[in-house]
């Protein structure tokens, strides 16, 4: 089975600009979170998706929004980029929102 | 509220050594705690998790970690280090039993001495 594909794995932006990041969720999962993992920090959780519905929401601000499509698969958006905004971003896909996560890789992203 | 305290940021231990990572946690209600490892430029992966049925759990790669809600602690250790050991690795808590939704601590760093 195919595991959970995030890309690009490195971007890089300068501040005030807008990205968009991609996650394909594992085959037969209907439900991706996403995390910002700062340098030297621990995954913080951003938001869930579940069928298409955003389903819990972490302390980031709105310039971060998301969607997910009819094939699960979910794209992070982030607005107006900030220098703090420089992470790892980490998707994860599960079979329901309360089940076992299974992370990609993630996206190097970082903010000049 | 949730959170989890990783105490030591860096840990060193010596091939064939015990290997213990500390991790405490705050939680309102019964919490659900895992351990994951992150090696270098690659996502998460589960080692193990404490969702009630047992204090004592075992993970993957001769990990396993007890639950002591005396303490609110849910350490993690190896009776024997091996070099393919060093990685990062992440306590995290969660209401959600198969782990929705997590509250990672900072981190610590396992090094493997040869």
């Known amino acids: 089975e195919t595991g959970v594909t995030q890309s690009p794995t490195h971007l890089i932006k300068t501040r005030g600009q807008q990205v968009t990041l991609r996650c394909s969720s594992q085959?037969?999962?209907?439900?991706v979170s996403w995390y910002q993992q700062a340098l030297g920090q621990g995954p913080q959780f951003i938001f869930q998706?579940?069928?298409?519905?955003?389903?819990g929401r972490g302390n980031f601000p709105p310039r971060f929004s998301g969607l997910q499509f009819p094939n699960y698969s979910s794209e992070l958006n982030v607005n107006a980029l900030e220098l703090d905004d420089s992470a790892l971003y980490l998707c994860?896909?599960?079979?329901?929102?309360?089940?076992?996560?299974?992370f990609g890789n993630g996206t190097r992203l970082t903010v000049t | 509220a949730q959170s989890v305290t990783q105490l030591g940021s860096h840990v060193s231990v010596s091939e064939g050594a015990l290997v213990l990572l500390r991790c405490n946690y705050s939680?309102?209600?019964?919490?659900?705690l895992f351990w994951y490892v992150q090696y270098p430029n690659q996502g998460l992966q589960l080692l193990l998790k404490y969702t009630s049925a047992a204090t004592l759990v075992k993970g993957i790669n001769g990990f396993e970690a007890e639950f002591k809600k005396s303490e609110t602690s849910f350490h993690l250790t190896k009776p024997s280090a091996h070099m393919s050991d060093a990685a990062e690795y992440f306590c995290a808590v969660s209401v959600y039993n198969q782990g929705g939704k997590l509250i990672f601590g900072q981190g610590t760093e396992l090094s493997v001495k040869p």
């Open positions: 994860a896909s599960s079979e329901g929102s309360n089940s076992p996560l299974h």
């Open positions: 998706y579940y069928r298409e519905e955003e389903n």
């Open positions: 085959s037969g999962h209907n439900t």
């Open positions: 939680s309102s209600v019964p919490p659900y």
